[in-house]
Structures are given as C-alpha cells and as structure tokens.
C-alpha cells in the first residue's frame, strides 16, 4: 500500500491536525517541516506532492508508537536501524498493532467489521519474520479493510463509512 495513502488515512482516524502530525513525527526524532507534512498528505495528481518515504513513514509509525505506548529501551538505535530497510505491509501491519495494542482478537474483530474474514492462523503469518516458512504476505487488501475497521472503531457514525472506503477502494487501479 502507498505510505502516503496510509498516512492520510491515519490522519483521518486519529482525526489529527498538522502541528499534531509533526509532534508525532518528532518523537521519532524525525524532523518535517509543516509544509512537508501537507504535501505528503496531498493527492498525487497534486502539483506540490511529496512522496512519503518509507524512512518517514515509518519515523511517523514509531512516533505513533511512543505517543501511544511510551518510549521504548535503546529505542533511538533501533529506530535507526529499522529506517534503513524496505518498509512493507507486514512491518506497517505490526507498527500499528503495537501502537493502538491489539490483541489477535482485536485485529480480527476490527477485520470483520470491515466485512474482512480470516482465520487467527492466517493472522499470526503476516507477524511471523520473512524466513519463517509460515510467513505470509500482508497484501494491501487486507491492509486497507484493517484500516477501515480501525476507523470504524475510532470515527463510529461517521457519514457512510463503507461508502468512503468503497469509493477510495474504486479508485485504485
């Protein structure tokens, strides 16, 4: 999934503003400017878009993770580290289920209300490292449809959710 898609729709959910978007991005020791944030969070047909990087994007998850969590132990050398790598679905997956603290029931409850059904065997694959043999892929389908259950559980009433997320899954090639 896109880091600029995800991080507008977490925007969203967490019904942020940008000065609390930089606070988050600056408890991971990250530093954008106010300008920076609202072109990334801009469309891509935009002329001022700027491309979220994974090193950013995951700074934001990181930050999301001590806001909500609390610093971690020698959190700042394993933040480093973690920035270098390839930023998947899988890590993007396991970044948010720490920071909000979801249990597999949770996770499941939060897929099913967005009409998502998988069994807890094939929700403990995507939290397993990429060698395990019994590791799978998260695909953005199921990334998205646990973004949504997040939002029905952080925005409830909001007006016609399924609608929104249906139309923003309509729009993706």
Avoid: V
Avoid at 5 to 14: K, S, T
């Amino acid at each position: 999934m896109d880091n600029n898609d995800c991080l507008r729709r977490l925007r969203y959910i967490l019904d942020l503003d940008d000065d609390a978007m930089g606070g988050i991005f600056s408890l991971a020791a990250h530093q954008s400017t106010r300008e920076e944030i609202c072109n990334m969070l801009k469309k891509e047909d935009d002329a001022d878009y700027l491309e979220c990087t994974d090193s950013s994007f995951t700074a934001f998850l990181d930050g999301l993770i001590i806001q909500k969590r609390g610093p971690k132990e020698d959190s700042t050398e394993a933040a480093q580290a973690g920035s270098k790598k390839r930023l998947t679905n899988n890590m993007i997956f396991r970044k948010l289920r720490i920071a909000f603290d979801l249990k597999a029931e949770d996770i499941l409850s939060l897929l099913s209300q967005a009409d998502c059904q998988i069994s807890k065997h094939e929700l403990s694959a995507f939290f397993r490292k990429p060698d395990n043999r019994k590791y799978r892929e998260c695909k953005d389908q199921i990334l998205r449809n646990f973004l949504a259950g997040l939002q029905l559980k952080h925005r409830p009433g909001e007006d016609s959710t399924k609608a929104i997320w249906d139309k923003a899954l309509a729009s993706k090639p």
